[in-house]
Nanobody
Framework: QVQLVESGGGLVQPGGSLRLSCAVVGARVSVFTAGWYRQAPGKQRELVASLTPSDITNYADSVKGRFTISRDIPENTMYLQMDNLKPEDTAAYSC?????????WGQGTQVTVSS
């Protein structure tokens, strides 16, 4: 059974940084297309960043140049480095791992950007 365990959310001031982690249990992180999604109150869930097994990345326009998705194979973990955070980045963030017809989700973590 595959599980994704998230950590790293919290409260940060505008301009600050956070790194979200998503540990993969029960499978190798390298086989999945990894993704980070977020959902703000009253808004639809959106894809923030994705990383394919062949290392192709994709970012939402709103986070390009500020967020970086990565994975650490020995640690079996995916990451989302978030720099120069803005209040509009406030949302619940969830990691996702997709392999064929299978899709797994982390439990979600709150990121709040406020002074």
């Amino acid at each position: 059974q595959v599980q994704l365990v998230e950590s790293g959310g919290g409260l940060v001031q505008p301009g600050g940084s956070l790194r979200l982690s998503c540990a993969v249990v029960g499978a190798r992180v390298s086989v999945f297309t990894a993704g980070w999604y977020r959902q703000a109150p009253g808004k639809q869930r959106e894809l923030v960043a994705s990383l394919t097994p062949s290392d192709i990345t994709n970012y939402a326009d709103s986070v390009k140049g500020r967020f970086t998705i990565s994975r650490d194979i020995p640690e079996n973990t995916m990451y989302l480095q978030m720099d120069n955070l803005k209040p509009e980045d406030t949302a619940a963030y969830s990691c996702n791992a997709v392999l064929g017809e299978y899709s797994f989700w982390g439990q979600g973590t709150q990121v709040t950007v406020s002074s």
